[in-house]
């Protein structure tokens, strides 16, 4: 039987049941197609795609046009995922009005099911807007790499009293604004397991432990495609970028050996053809 959208109310089921939920980035088409194949619950468009895609090295720089762009691309890609866009650093964070006005456009010209903001508290009142307009939001608290540099670098969060009691207040605020799920990035796994059991919304781990009710990684980061840094909880499951490198060099030799093209991959025509061909090289 054919796998069905996945929806907001299927997700929240899965927590009430105990079931992980599963998450993935994907930027492009070709991803989209596979993360969708292996039914992954949710892809995320994230902002991420400046560091993996872009070469960027950090997320501040990208625009929601160019999110618009990538949104587009996973859309055509994907069928039963359900799809989160990213929305970029100061597409929100400005006014309420702003943030209706980008999430608006990420959903009517990406095509995407909902949106992901970074930020506790202090985005409540943004998350409420954008959920009143008709836009599920996911929140994104702990580690929120567009403000790294306000957090002294991409670092551990919830670590000390004060910091611990600010996520949880974090996670209940973003819950009453109206998210419909939280991403918890980079806390001690037992915070995470204290936040998951105060939210009725589900969380999303990544660097969280396995207390949050599903987990999401960048998929260039566990395809083994990134290489300029790994966290300590990227598990790698495949070395796409070594079997990539491995395959362009056999390429590279083949062309420079004469080993390919072969016949099999060339047009052959019939022996009249050819002579036509050198009567008509005579002619030049
Ligand atoms: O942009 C992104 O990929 C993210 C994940 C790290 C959750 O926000």
């Known amino acids: 039987m ?3 959208k996945v929806t907001i109310p299927y997700l929240q089921k899965k927590k009430e049941e105990g079931k992980k939920i599963t998450m993935l980035t994907a930027y492009d088409y070709p991803i989209s197609q596979m993360v969708n194949e292996a039914e992954i619950d949710i892809i995320l468009v994230g902002d991420s795609l400046a560091m993996v895609f872009q070469g960027l090295t950090s997320t501040v720089p990208v625009t929601v046009d160019e999110t618009i762009y990538h949104c587009k691309a996973v859309m055509r890609g994907n069928t039963t995922s359900h799809v989160v866009g990213d929305m970029p650093f100061l597409s929100y964070q400005t006014s309420v009005r702003d943030a209706i006005y980008n999430a608006g456009r990420i959903m009517k010209e990406g095509g995407v099911d909902s949106v992901k903001l970074e930020g506790g508290e202090r985005m409540a009142d943004m998350v409420y807007g954008i959920t009143r307009a008709g836009i599920p939001v996911m929140g994104h608290i702990g580690l929120t790499p567009q403000s790294a540099s306000q957090l002294g670098g991409f670092r551990v969060q919830g670590k000390d009293i004060e910091s611990a009691k600010q996520l949880i207040k974090d996670a209940i ?3 009453e604004a109206g998210a419909f799920a939280l991403i918890l990035e980079a806390v001690p796994s037992k915070l995470a397991k204290i936040v998951t059991e105060k939210v009725k919304i589900p969380t999303i781990g990544i660097g969280a432990g ?5 987990q999401v990684l960048v998929t260039h980061d566990m395809l083994g495609v ?7 909880f990227v598990k ?4 796409i970028r070594k079997q990539i490198i ?14 390919f093209p072969t016949d099999e991959y060339s047009y052959e025509v019939s022996e009249e053809t050819e002579k036509m061909f050198e009567e008509i090289a005579k002619e030049f």
């Open 2 to 4: 054919a796998k069905k």
């Open 173 to 175: 605020a973003l819950e």
């Open 210 to 214: 396995p207390y949050c009710d599903g």
């Open 226 to 232: 990134f290489d300029k840094f790994r966290p300590k």
């Open 236 to 239: 790698v499951y495949a070395d």
């Open 246 to 259: 491995d395959a362009l060099v056999k390429y590279r030799e083949e062309v420079e050996n004469v080993g």
